[in-house]
């Protein structure tokens, strides 16, 4: 079993930034690719980005590319997503997953461990 705990999250003004982190304590990180999804109310858990187990390949939803940018620290064991831009439609708990020996993949199904989620709110 694979713990992920996430952090970072919080309430921010539309055009401001957050960093959210993945902490994987006490794992061989570099095993797994990393992505990011949120759910927002009322809505399916949907794909926000991915990093391949080298960090040299990413994969980004449309809706997020240019404004998030996801990496990885492996000697940390910590996965981040860095947020720019945000916007009112950004708003949803945000889940890390961990997909052992994966590519970095945006299909939910992949990924094997998931965090608790964090929670970013974004005011307009």
């Known amino acids: 079993q694979v713990q992920l705990v996430e952090s970072g999250g919080g309430l921010v003004q539309a055009g401001g930034s957050l960093r959210l982190s993945c902490a994987a304590p006490?794992?061989?990180?570099?095993?797994?690719?990393m992505g990011w999804f949120r759910r927002a109310p009322g809505k399916e858990r949907e794909f926000v980005a991915a990093l391949s187990r080298s960090g040299r390949t990413t994969n980004y939803a449309d809706s997020v590319k240019g404004r998030f940018t996801i990496s990885r620290d492996n000697a940390k064991n910590t996965v981040y997503l860095e947020m720019n831009s945000l916007k009112p439609e950004d708003t949803a708990v945000y889940y890390c997953?961990?997909?052992?020996?994966?590519?970095?993949?945006?299909?939910?199904?992949?990924?094997?461990?998931w965090g608790q989620g964090t929670q970013v709110t974004v005011s307009s």
């Open positions: 006490g794992r061989t990180f570099s095993i797994y690719a």
């Open positions: 997953a961990a997909d052992h020996l994966g590519s970095g993949t945006s299909a939910r199904a992949s990924y094997d461990y």
